[in-house]
């Protein structure tokens, strides 16, 4: 069990005693500092039966870092050596911003989940491209792929969205190995309206022309363009938005966002109250269902699934559902730095008890 792992003993009762946030920003700057060290601990997990070709780009293991952990890209080498197979940075806006006040972060540890009210705090895409750049002069940014995930800034009313967007591909699109759309945070205002068809119709083809125009002027290749749905999308919109990326010409979906649900919660009521996206184990079932849902209705669209997903048989589950990479989020904040080794290892194990050859063989295995 990975919660009684020595280095998770050390380090998880120190950070719980603090305020949340503040727990969260010193995992980022310690892990952020600790690569080296981090890296001797032996967390990542290599053997290619977890390796897989996806937009033609190497997955060494499919368990990334959710969106919204490292906004900054402040840590990357550091997610490496905790043994990720790929990062997800963001979101990052057009303009930098501070996000809502404090407090905004509120763990929930009777149901092992987490509620937050960021709103999308953040250095803005110029001071993030600057940071990404100098990653990679130094040769550390692209150990594994590099999502970057881009949102509206606060500043920006929705009609002008697409803009914003534009604004933030242009500045990170060299660093970026695949790029998400996220229409789907709870913390900024009328963000999840950008769901819906034409909207996010006008917003994907701008960054599908710019993205092409990019890649024909550095003669690189074009970066897969995802767009991250909310749980609260009805069947009928994620149907929608499953066949407008059809129409246009998008790479993938990652599926969920964080809930405004607060379904099945035996969690203290003042703290299940608080405002924002619900994380964790909570998230699970719909996030499941929304992946099956996605899977049989455009089979071959790749999903990123996230929800819940903290040991090696929730992400079982979602690979032989279909999903092509999974990531993790809340389950790092309750299982601690060993989590990702343990589901790397957990699946390689469950492989060979069950005759798999790799994880290519196990995507989609429950729908066939
Ligand atoms: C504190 C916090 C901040 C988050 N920030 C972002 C964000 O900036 N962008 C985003 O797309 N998702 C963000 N998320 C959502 C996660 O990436 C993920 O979709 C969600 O938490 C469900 O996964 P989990 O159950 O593994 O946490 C955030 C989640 C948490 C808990």
Redesign the pocket.
Known sequence: MAAFDPLTRLTQPLLFRLDPERAHTLAVQGVARSAPAIARLGLRVRDDRLAQRLWGIRFPNPVGL???YD?WGAAIPGWHALGFGFVEV??VTAHPQDGNPRPR?FRLPADRA?I?R?G?NNDGAAATAQRLAALDRAGALHRVPLGI?I?KSKVTPVEDATGDYVASLDRLWPYADYVVV?VS?PNSQGLRDLQESSALAGILEALIDLNRMKADITRRRPRPILV?VAPELTDDQLDAVVDLLRTVGGDGLIV???TLSRHGLVSDPALITEQG?L??PP?AARSLDMLRRVVARAPGMPVIS????GTADDAWQRLAAGARLV?????LVYGGPRTVAAINRGLLDRMRREGVAGVEELIGSATR
Not at 306 to 309: D, E, F, P
Not at 327 to 331: H, R
Request: proline share 0%.
């Open positions: 959710g969106a919204g906004k963001g979101t972060l987490i937050n960021m999308f995930n949102g996220n945070s991250k969920c966002n964080t996206g994380s964790g998230v996230v929800g819940g997903i990531q993790v989020w809340t389950a």
